[in-house]
């Protein structure tokens, strides 16, 4: 059963970039079956996607965010990471790291979700 477990600051300040990690158990993240992702819910407000990272290190975003948002990964320890420059307070949300199930080539859904951390940006 593959888990995801994300670790990172609970609290940022606002300019700082936040940096998120997911690790990854029961699975690879080299695997071609799934798509790493990262996911956002602020208060009160609706799930965003924030972009993923492939099998082969690829990497796509959301066009809202692209311009502030990295995804990279390290093999050797199973593990892919989140970057975030440039945080604001409305960047204030749990985030959440996901497993997308991949299905002749395409997204097919979240198979797997993290528990989520909260991560609130000071002014």
């Known amino acids: 059963q593959v888990q995801l477990l994300e670790s990172g600051p609970g609290l940022v300040n606002a300019s700082q970039t936040l940096s998120l990690t997911c690790t990854v158990s029961?699975?690879?993240?080299?695997?071609?079956?799934?798509?790493w992702g990262w996911i956002r819910q602020p208060p009160g407000k609706g799930l965003e996607w924030m972009g993923v990272?492939?099998?082969?290190?690829?990497?796509l975003y959301s066009p809202s965010l692209k311009s502030r948002t990295s995804i990279s990964r390290d093999t050797s320890k199973n593990r892919f990471s989140l970057q975030l420059r440039s945080m604001a307070p409305e960047d204030t949300a749990v985030y959440y790291c996901?497993?997308?199930?991949?299905?002749?080539?395409?997204?097919?859904?979240?198979?797997?979700w993290g528990k989520g951390t909260l991560v609130t940006v000071s002014s």
């Open positions: 996901v497993a997308f199930l991949v299905l002749g080539g395409a997204n097919n859904g979240i198979d797997h």
């Open positions: 029961g699975g690879s993240i080299t695997t071609t079956y799934y798509r």
């Open positions: 990272i492939a099998y082969d290190g690829s990497t």
